[in-house]
């Protein structure tokens, strides 16, 4: 049995004996062990992608003596016969880059794509030999992950497709600002971005010449990521209470910030002043001047609380 590289694009024409100057891969002997036996050759790693052709082969000379006075002629199977052909699909690569565009009517995605590894004549194959016809298309979309959903693999079907599927031609080539305008991100009531993060993927269904590719959700340069604004609400009490402070002598005021949309385990710091209330300008010590305090803290979760005292 031997094995016989092809081409990248098509399979072979088929013919009655091997063509010359056919590239050979591996040749292998095998013994069948009685008849209507099941043999197996195996040439090992395919050394490229495309199309390979088996030719089978029995000499009468290569027999045991008892026996090959009964072979009539060798026989030799054809060369490129649609059976005995396969195809190691080629492994494309798809790269990507998102960008935005900001309008008055909102901010848009888009996307620049760069194919690469396909068979250099896509999509021009109309199938041979029980080969299909090459895929025309690459499928593109946007997801949306929303805040607190992790942009893994395994939450992939739990984010929101935003808009509508696009097109790419399966063709090896560079496809530059792909949008649509469904491509929207998402705001809220109050008109701001609504947290989370958005990413682009690429599918092709693969074919009988390219395997299937389906890029990755986790690929940060197809990411853009909306973080919620961090915000605060502060509460001054005076003893554990809101009731009045003594008007003369040293007392300390404790103000409980709570925190929203912080980043866990980053260090922040938070400066407060103490105000007059009635003239809503700061208040002065002793000594002329203004009263303020800092605390520096490192949350564990994004939303929580911290005290500031002013003495």
Known sequence: ASVYYVS??????????????????????????????????????????????WVWE??????????????????????????????????????????????????YLVDDVF??????????????????????????????????????EANRDKAEKIGETVTIPAKNGFYPSIGDTSWIAKTGADGKLVAGTYVFISTFAGDDRVQPLATSVED?????????????????????????????????????VAYTNLAPGKEYSLTGTLMDKETGKPMLDSDGKEITATTTFTPESANGTVTVAFE
């Open 8 to 53: 990248a694009l098509a399979p072979a024409e088929q013919s009655e004996t091997v063509p010359e100057g056919a590239e050979l891969i591996k040749s292998v002997t095998i013994k069948a062990d009685g008849p209507e036996t099941m043999i197996t050759a195996n040439a090992g790693t395919a050394p490229k992608d495309g199309f390979y052709t």
């Open 58 to 107: 029995v000499k009468a000379d290569d027999q045991d003596a008892d026996w090959s006075k009964y072979i009539k002629a060798d026989f030799a199977d054809g060369y490129g016969l649609a059976d005995e052909t396969t195809s190691i699909r080629h492994p494309a690569q798809i790269d990507s880059q998102l960008s935005v565009r900001d309008t008055k009517a909102g901010t």
């Open 115 to 152: 194919v690469t590894g396909m068979p250099s004549d896509r999509p021009n194959f109309e199938g041979a030999a029980g080969f299909k016809a090459d895929e025309k298309e690459i499928s593109h979309e946007v997801l949306f992950f929303p805040a607190g959903l992790e942009v893994t």
């Open 220 to 256: 940060q340069t197809e990411q853009f990521t909306v973080t919620a604004e961090p915000g605060i609400h502060t509460t001054l009490t005076y003893n554990d209470g809101k009731g009045e402070a003594p008007g003369y002598g040293k007392r300390v005021l404790i103000d409980e």
